[in-house]
């Protein structure tokens, strides 16, 4: 289907090797099914202070490969790795990456991030070239990578090899959008004339994002629901003009699962397994969850479990607010995350009030996903904004049950249960208020104590099926789109 079809698939972070958020997840997991398809597809991303990075097979294929970063050209040394169905080069500069963190400390973000990300994009371009790489199209991911577009529009607009060679851009969110000083142009080495509103300022910044959206031949999203709440000005967070201006190629593809690492029948992570036949051993997962995070519960107290990103756009301030309300509730916590100091210190502080009941490790850590996943009751994603969201979608093939907030991807694939239909696959709420999360708690934890309807939701989250075989497709066909684009054509 994708005989032939060469593509590079270009982001700051991977899993297992980097981790921030679900582009990780989605990075190395499409591929693998675009590869299924036909697509001969490489990854590319940053080699950072990693020991998943360190410990993985590699050869250097490039040393001293010359980057023009400003008036300079800074060396970079590049590495592959053949994972399987796809083979995944690491761009290496010790000091711009070798660093424990992909963008920044819980302090906040790095303050060379512009000239590291610069830097990554043109060391992309120029191994390509150096390596007379022939490929058909770059996928490019978030605002680390939404340059390369603008760099093949101008700096190597003259290159015979990249004549042809088509865009996509994957806006998996645009509240990051990689807005730094003017004076960030310079490190390009294109002209002053390129900053100006119509181009690449926005608010008096050189914005990355904004950049991918104006020069990528095709763009999309996640979730069609996050597409088309960015279409808004409510939540376009300043792009909703620009995006409707080129929604004739704007499209959105739903992120998928991966079943042969997502799937508690085989899962090498937990401490046994189960399916929907049998439900029994899930027990097993949840004992071993409470002793993993030292807390003392009852194996008949209703788990929680969050795996996230620690910010606010996570919905954790309305958490926090309900907190107390919650532990009075006789429930468990697990927390499993990174992110901003201020929802560290305040998760950290509510383990120390509550020490028999929630538990909080500040870290990402894959082993503990997995047994989070398996082990809870109940998985808790009360976002503020949430483009597509795989938490939910990687509970309910585990059987635990999504309280979620109705925004997009969310609300796209969490069906609020209905007691007298017995048909739904998690409880949701709408309001963004810490009321709302409240109630739809309770609501949840009044059917944990029904264990036949407990049950009744559990099988109708194992029924869902989101595998990545449809969104692979909807993806090549993007792809054609792209490069039909390129050829002259239009999108469509």
Known sequence: MGQNLKVLFVSAEVSPFAKSGELADVASSLPKYLSSLGVDVSLI??????????????????????????????????????????DIYFVDN?????????????????LDNDERFIFFSRAVLEFLLKGKMDIDLIHCNNWPTALIPLFLRTKYSHRAQFKNVATVLTLHN??????????????????????????????????????????????????????????????????????????????????????????????????????????????????????????????????????????????FDLLLEIIDDLMQMDVGLVVLGKGDEKYE????????????????????????????????????????????????????????????????????NVKPFNSKSLRGNGFVFKDYSSQALLESLKHALNSYRRPKLWRRIMEECLSENFSWEMSARKYLKLYQNALEVKRGGKSG
């Open 345 to 412: 210190n305040e998760f950290l502080e509510i383990m120390r009030r509550n020490p028999r009941n929630v538990g909080v490790k500040l870290e990402m850590n894959p082993v503990l996903a997995h047994k989070i996943a398996a082990g809870a009751d109940i998985f808790l994603i009360p976002s503020l904004r949430e483009p597509c969201g795989l938490g939910q979608l990687y509970s309910f093939k585990y059987g635990t049950v999504p309280v979620v907030r109705a925004t997009g991807g969310l609300g796209e």
């Open 45 to 86: 991303m940053p080699k950072y202070r990693s020991p998943e990075i360190d410990s993985v097979a590699k050869e250097r294929v490039m040393r001293d490969l010359l980057v023009p970063l400003g008036q300079e050209k800074i060396k970079a040394s590049l590495y592959k790795s053949e994972l399987g169905k796809y």
């Open 94 to 110: 010790p000091k711009y990456f070798w660093r424990e963190n992909i963008y920044g400390t819980e302090k906040g973000d790095y």
């Open 174 to 315: 645009i509240a990051y959008q990689g807005e730094f000083p003017p004076d960030t142009l310079s490190l390009t080495g294109l002209s002053w004339n390129y900053f100006k509103p119509e181009q690449l300022s926005f608010q008096d910044k050189f914005n990355f994002l904004k950049c991918g959206v104006i020069f990528s031949d095709v763009l999309n999203t996640v979730s069609s629901t996050y597409k088309r709440e960015i279409l808004t000005k409510k939540h376009g967070f300043g792009l909703e003009g620009l995006l409707m201006k080129r929604r004739d190629a704007f499209f959105s593809i739903r992120n998928g699962v991966d079943y042969e690492i997502w799937n508690p029948e085989t899962d090498p992570y937990i401490i046994a397994n189960y399916s929907s036949d049998n439900f029994e051993p899930k027990k097993k997962c949840k004992l071993d969850l409470i002793e993993e995070f030292g807390l003392s519960l009852s194996p008949r107290t209703p788990l929680l479990g969050i795996i996230s990103y620690l910010t606010r756009y996570k919905g």
